[in-house]
């Protein structure tokens, strides 16, 4: 079983959208013990079910249209309701521990969805600003949660507020 998992999603050649596979790729060869196992890609899909049902903690990580460009939101989330009919190649996180539930029996205890505000998701693979400054608070952030430091039931940490 994996101590930890951190699912992180986004089009890398999409701007401000590739900042969860850039942390992931920064965390998997420069932070992450061999207990924390970490996948990457365009969009969650339900085949991550299984891996999830293995995991005690799961971080998921993703770029967000809705939040202010670089502010850092993390929430504990549950298990959601399963989509009536079919599933597509693409859920979300509740939708995922929900599936992980009922093909496997178990969802983590531990569940927890990061994500960081974006600005522009234009064809582009650099990052804006604010992004790029709220990196490191992302970091800090995922390292406090795998080490048991922050367990928030709901933390909102904005970039200018750490200016």
Not at 36 to 44: G, L, P, Y
Not at 81 to 94: E, F, K, Y
Not at 112 to 120: E, V
Not at 138 to 154: C, H, R, Y
Request: glycine residues 6%; proline residues 7%.
């Amino acid at each position: 079983m994996n101590r930890a998992l951190i699912l992180a999603c986004g089009n890398v050649i999409r701007g401000d959208d590739g900042v969860a596979p850039f942390i992931a790729r920064y965390l998997a060869s420069n932070f992450c013990d061999p207990q924390t196992e970490i996948h990457s890609s365009q969009q969650w899909t339900p085949e991550l079910a299984e891996i999830i049902s293995q995991s005690e903690m799961v971080i998921f990580l993703d770029a967000s249209a809705a939040l202010p460009p670089g502010e850092v939101q993390t929430q504990r989330i549950a298990a959601g309701a399963l989509p009536a009919g079919r599933l597509t190649h693409s859920v979300n996180p509740g939708e995922l521990l929900a599936l992980a539930e009922r093909l496997y029996g178990r969802v983590p205890e531990t569940v927890f969805l990061l994500t960081i505000g974006g600005q522009s998701f234009e064809l582009e693979e650099k990052f804006s600003e604010p992004v790029r400054l709220a990196i490191p608070a992302v970091i800090t952030q995922i390292k406090a949660l795998l080490s048991g430091v922050s367990q928030p039931e709901l933390l909102i940490r904005s970039q200018s507020a750490n200016s």
